[in-house]
């Protein structure tokens, strides 16, 4: 990320003029996500509080909604924090609002990787587009091929710490390279392609 | 009453035993099934993170696969197909231009989704279908003095679910206790198990394991049960590496409560899958 000249750091804040920041972002989320109403949010941090994962994240819920609404744009998308979501939906069920924050993270995560600023080398996201194309090809998940080709994306040094488990378990019968697929692929493809 | 079944990927590899044990179980219980004809992948937390377009029409295909096949009902044994099912059907009620866009590319494939079918976990129709007394009938072997700890998960209850108690699930207990055994008190049973950061961020994904384990197992249970494969997977396949790498022993077995039910029915273990199991396997005495 490029900090602008009129952005300061100070103690783990982002200050921006409101010049820089862009004002649409948080209509534009708001309505990705089928009208979430994040304006109305009274930044109580139940949200926060329930979130088994916040205490990883840069940012917790509660500040991800104030700043999207705020209209952090490249803050928020260019960082980790909304791939740490697990979309557990713990934070929907508890907010007093009634504002779905889950399916607000996932709009923050296609926005990400629809304006391509999604952090590149951080493995949750190159996991989420390797099964994307694993289920496009073939239209079901082998765990074999998903993971190979994951860890060829993310790290291949990585997946030898895996490598006993994976063993073990196929011996188990529970890993397998002759999945039975889908019989009409090619049909299930255009699907996508539509 | 004519049960479709969509089994989704982890049933058929990693969860194999799930879909063996479930199987098993309702077979003894006289509920038929039929599986799905060519029914693609859910999708997952993936497919929404990516293109939701897409994430609602992988899924209504496979919707509209089961009312083509004349279904009254799809069992969805998979907590995050089931959560993935029931959003996809939200949202095709209640927004008709999702609807409307979402059946039209279906109507390529000959298919469509009308609402016909209706979403079903296992635990829904057994617990609430069935109900306890019926099951507790068909009990051979009682699990007298097993305390067992229902681990539910997040998406199988919510947020969309209304077969079970978002804030304090009981179906899975009310299970463990038709079969005989004790069910452990517990604040952790719709704590998330972190899902797959378990391969992606690994220090995070095996500490969120780590306290479950611990939890359950200070709670004084004998067994964990689960109804999700990848909850299943996590605390079953990683319990030796986090007993290893935070240096405490939280290993426990970890089963599906398909696999609990077939034990004190007094189907073979083999017929349960309980050879696939790589955590120490309950043992009945
Ligand atoms: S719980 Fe709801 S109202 Fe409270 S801070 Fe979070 S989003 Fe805002
Ligand atoms: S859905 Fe995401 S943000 Fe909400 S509580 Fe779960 S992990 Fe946290
Ligand atoms: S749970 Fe996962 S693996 Fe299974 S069908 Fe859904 S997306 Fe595919
Ligand atoms: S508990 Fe874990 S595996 Fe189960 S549904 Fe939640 S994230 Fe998925």
């Given at each position: 990320m490029n900090a602008s000249s009129s952005e300061i750091l100070t103690q783990g804040l982002t200050v921006k003029l409101e010049?820089?920041?862009?004002?649409?972002f948080g209509e534009t989320i708001a309505r990705e996500a089928h009208?979430?109403?994040?304006?109305?949010?009274?930044?109580?941090?139940n949200c926060s509080a329930a979130c088994p994962l916040s205490v990883w994240m840069d940012y917790t819920p509660r500040k991800v909604i104030a700043m999207v609404r705020a209209g952090f744009k490249q803050e928020v998308l260019s960082n980790r924090t909304v791939w740490l979501?697990?979309?557990?939906y713990q934070c929907t069920v508890e907010c007093p609002k009634g504002i779905k924050i889950t399916d607000v993270m996932y709009a923050l995560k296609r926005e990400a990787i629809e304006n391509k600023i999604?952090?590149?080398?951080?493995p949750v996201p190159i996991l989420a587009r390797t099964f994307y194309s694993e289920v496009k090809r073939t239209?079901?998940?082998n765990e074999i091929f998903l993971l190979t080709n994951y860890y060829l994306r993310?790290?291949?040094?990585?997946?030898l710490g895996y490598a006993s488990l994976g063993v073990r378990l196929f011996m188990k019968r529970?890993?397998?390279?002759f999945e039975k697929g889908m019989t009409n692929r090619k049909e299930f493809r255009s699907m996508l392609n539509q | 009453m004519k049960y479709l079944y969509y089994p989704g990927c982890s049933l058929k590899s990693s969860g194999k035993h799930y879909e063996i044990s479930l199987l098993a179980v309702l077979q003894k219980l006289g509920i038929e099934v039929e599986e799905l004809e060519n029914w693609n992948c859910c999708g997952a937390t993936n497919y929404m993170s990516i293109n939701e377009n897409y994430a609602l029409e992988i899924t209504a295909r496979n919707l509209g696969i089961a009312e083509k096949q004349g279904g009254d009902e799809v069992i969805v044994p998979c907590a995050a197909c089931f959560m993935g099912f029931l959003k996809t059907q939200k949202y095709m009620e209640s927004e008709s231009g999702i609807r409307d866009r979402v059946n039209q590319i279906l109507n390529h494939s000959g298919l469509s989704y009308n609402g016909k079918v209706q979403i079903r976990h296992p635990l829904d129709l057994l617990?609430?279908?069935?109900g306890a007394d019926a099951l507790t009938?068909?009990?051979?072997m009682p699990l007298k003095d097993l305390k067992v700890a229902s681990y539910y998960g997040?998406?199988?209850?919510?947020?969309?679910?209304?077969?079970?108690?978002?804030?304090n699930p009981h179906t899975m207990d009310d299970i463990a206790r038709a079969m005989g055994a004790t069910p452990v008190d517990w604040?952790?049973?719709?704590?998330?198990?972190?899902?797959s950061m378990t391969s992606t961020m690994t220090d995070i994904g095996l500490r969120m394991n780590y306290v479950i384990l611990k939890e359950a197992k200070s709670r004084g249970a004998d067994v964990i049960i689960t109804a999700c494969p990848l909850c299943q997977f996590n605390l079953e396949c990683f319990q030796g590496k986090i007993s290893r790498k935070l240096k405490d022993d939280v290993r426990i077995p970890v089963m599906y409560f398909t696999q609990l039910m077939g034990l004190a029915m007094g189907i073979p273990a083999k017929k349960l899958g309980?050879?696939?199991?790589?955590?120490p396997s309950l043992v009945l005495n």
């Open positions: 010049a820089d920041l862009d004002k649409n009208g979430e109403k994040l304006f109305g949010c009274i930044q109580c941090g979501c697990a979309s557990c999604y952090p590149k080398n951080f239209g079901r998940i993310y790290n291949i040094f990585k997946m529970r890993l397998s390279l | 617990v609430n279908q069935l009938r068909t009990v051979e997040c998406q199988l209850i919510r947020p969309y679910a209304t077969f079970d108690d978002q804030w604040p952790l049973k719709s704590r998330c198990c972190s899902g309980l050879k696939q199991m790589l955590s």
